[in-house]
Nanobody, 123 residues
């Protein structure tokens, strides 16, 4: 069993930056693919970014490419999402997820989820 806790969300003006962190505890090792998803009010949860166990592969949604960067520190059991040039449409609850299967870009591909952290971008 793995527990995930996100932090770093908040209120930021358009064009600003935030860095989200997700700390894993419990049965942790480096053998989990990790991902970030987000869900805005009235919308389905959507993929943002993912990183493979070895950090050799990263994946991004089109909306995140060029603005967001996913990274991980396996020694700290932590994954990060650096978000730059934020837009009002990035406003959502951001969720960290882990999978002990192949790194995925779909919600169904993950079997562990954090409670989420709110990101609000004002115009």
């Amino acid at each position: 069993q793995v527990q995930l806790v996100e932090s770093g969300g908040g209120l930021v003006q358009a064009g600003g930056s935030l860095r989200l962190s997700c700390v894993a505890s419990g049965r942790t090792d480096s053998s989990f693919g990790m991902g970030w998803f987000r869900q805005a009010p009235g919308k389905e949860r959507e993929f943002v970014a993912a990183i493979s166990r070895s950090r050799s592969n990263t994946y991004y949604a089109d909306s995140a490419k060029g603005r967001f960067t996913i990274s991980r520190d396996n020694a700290k059991n932590t994954v990060y999402l650096q978000m730059n040039s934020l837009k009002p449409e990035d406003t959502a609850v951001y969720y960290c997820a882990a999978t002990n299967y192949a790194t995925s870009v779909t919600v169904r591909g993950y079997n562990y989820w954090g409670p989420g952290t709110q990101v609000t971008v004002s115009s």
